[in-house]
């Protein structure tokens, strides 16, 4: 006997028929899915790993272009570094001093004046209780103070410490058990600064010979066997842009060996060499096409990518006018595309003249029949290049734009995609609930008249 209307199937308990379900829907819902948006997000997935993978790549290619913008700065050649054959100074030097040979011998250092009254046994021990006029005189100036009977050691320092202009410290130090001194001490080094004192009958003891603990003076030194005197231990008018500091008097003389910092050159051009090749190996491990395995890297065959390497490569293997090349100066590229930095060949070029390394980096000007004309050199060329592609409106800035724009426009082609199949299963689940309620309907309208055939075949 047939089941159910005309074999449609048979009626659930709820009177929903099996073959109109929901997980109908679901099936159907999953291929249309997996041929409209499962393709969309995998060109979203694959976009995210280009971004990452161009982050990464952008962020190597400026280590490269920060290197080669202080290859070519002319600060870079204008530093200069010391050898001190001994103690007893120190040396600041500015930026492109002439490299030179300097010998120092120091025979006294500066030294400020400084003075002591006889002890006294109270802080507010008075002078004298007959008062009298305290007069200092310090670099040419004299400076009055008026003392009156009640007048204490204590007073005298803060009137001291309180003028506005006196070059001279005072202190109150306990030298004993209840006993007390005042010092006086110049703010200044050198026999200038010596303090002298005229106090009539008030008997401090400052103006006595054995209380002057340490006698002002000026700095002495032979500079270059010549005899100077300074009234300060620091010196900067010897030679432009060094400064010496005597710290010590000297048995021998000190040389010092000022040069072009030919180490902090190097160093920079060892770390170049390092970041260029890290940039190749990674630039590599994005480009690359395995034949075996036929795995390909994120930027396979992108132009964008592939040109970086090419363009540097391109330079560093190129001649100058004067048919001069990287290799000439210790630089050269291997069988593998990497580079190598010939140290000892890089040196001897510095130690032979410094300033060809820095005309071939950063170019130079040429004089021919009167006529001069400036040549650019390796690493001015090189931050051209570079720049093109890491600058604001650079290659790679521009191709990073353009992933933003098209990761944007998927994400809008995934909602829409997305939006119209909750639509169209939207609209495909009403009319199955429409169909299975009609279904229902006629089963039931057989299931009466079965009822009355059988019930008249019974009779029968």
């Known amino acids: 006997m047939t089941t159910g209307l005309i074999g449609l199937g048979s ?13 109908t829907l679901d099936k159907l819902r999953e291929v249309d899915n997996n041929a409209i948006v499962t393709p969309i997000e995998s060109n979203i997935e694959t976009n995210s790993e280009k971004q990452t993978a161009l982050a990464t790549i952008i962020e190597a290619v400026k280590g490269v272009d920060t290197l080669v913008e202080g290859l070519n700065d002319e600060m870079l050649y204008l530093e200069r570094s010391a050898t001190i054959s001994n103690t007893g100074i120190n040396l600041s030097i500015d ?8 010998s120092v011998e120091v025979t006294q250092l500066a030294k400020q004046d400084v003075i002591q009254t006889k002890p006294f046994f109270s802080l507010d021990e ?5 008062g009298g006029t305290f007069d200092l005189k310090v670099d040419g100036i004299d400076y009055s103070f008026d003392i009156s009977p009640t007048t204490s050691f204590s007073d005298l320092k803060d009137a001291i410490n309180d003028h506005s202009t006196i070059p001279v410290t005072a202190k109150i130090i306990k030298t004993g058990e209840d006993e007390y001194r005042l010092t006086l001490t110049s703010d200044k080094t050198g026999s200038d600064y010596k303090i002298e004192v005229s106090e009539g009958e008030l008997g401090t003891g400052l103006g006595d010979e054995e209380n002057n603990v340490q006698k002002a003076q000026n700095a002495e030194f032979l500079f270059n066997g010549t005899p100077i ?11 432009i842009g060094v400064e010496l ?30 970041a260029y090749n890290e940039l190749t190996v990674l630039l590599a491990e994005m480009t690359k096409f395995d034949e075996e395995t036929n795995e390909t890297g994120v930027f396979q065959g992108n132009s964008n990518i592939t040109s970086i390497n090419q363009a540097i490569k391109r330079k560093l293997l190129s001649m100058d006018s004067e048919n001069r090349s990287p290799i ?40 021919d029949r009167g006529v001069t004309t400036h040549v650019d050199g390796l690493f001015h060329d090189l931050e051209n290049i570079v720049g093109d592609y890491v600058d604001d409106m650079g290659v790679l800035n521009l191709y990073s734009q353009n992933l933003d724009v098209e990761e944007e426009r998927l994400n809008e082609e995934k909602e829409k995609a997305i939006a119209l199949l909750d639509g169209k299963y939207d609209r495909m689940a009403e009319q199955f609930i429409q169909a299975d309620a009609l279904i229902a309907e006629w089963t039931q309208k057989f ?14």
Do not use: C, W, Y
Not at 230 to 239: G, H, K, P
Not at 336 to 351: D, H, I, P, R
């Open 95 to 102: 930026k492109g001093v002439s490299p030179q040979n300097i």
């Open 229 to 239: 005197s300074r009234n300060e231990n620091v010196v900067t008018d010897l030679v």
């Open 447 to 460: 299931n009466s008249v079965q009822m009355l055939i059988d019930f008249q075949t019974a009779d029968n």
């Open 245 to 274: 500091e005597l710290t010590e008097v000297t048995e021998n003389p000190i040389n010092i060996s000022i040069d072009v910092d030919k180490q902090g050159i190097l160093a920079e051009v060892q770390s170049f060499v390092d």
């Open 328 to 367: 000439e100066f210790g630089i050269v590229l291997n069988s593998t595309g990497q580079l190598e930095l010939n140290v000892e060949e890089f040196s001897a070029k510095l130690e032979e003249d410094p300033s060809l390394v820095e005309n071939f980096f950063r170019g130079e000007d040429v004089e």
């Open 11 to 23: 009626e659930t308990a709820s009177g929903a028929n099996k073959g109109l379900s929901q997980d």
């Open 126 to 130: 008075v002078i004298s209780s007959d």
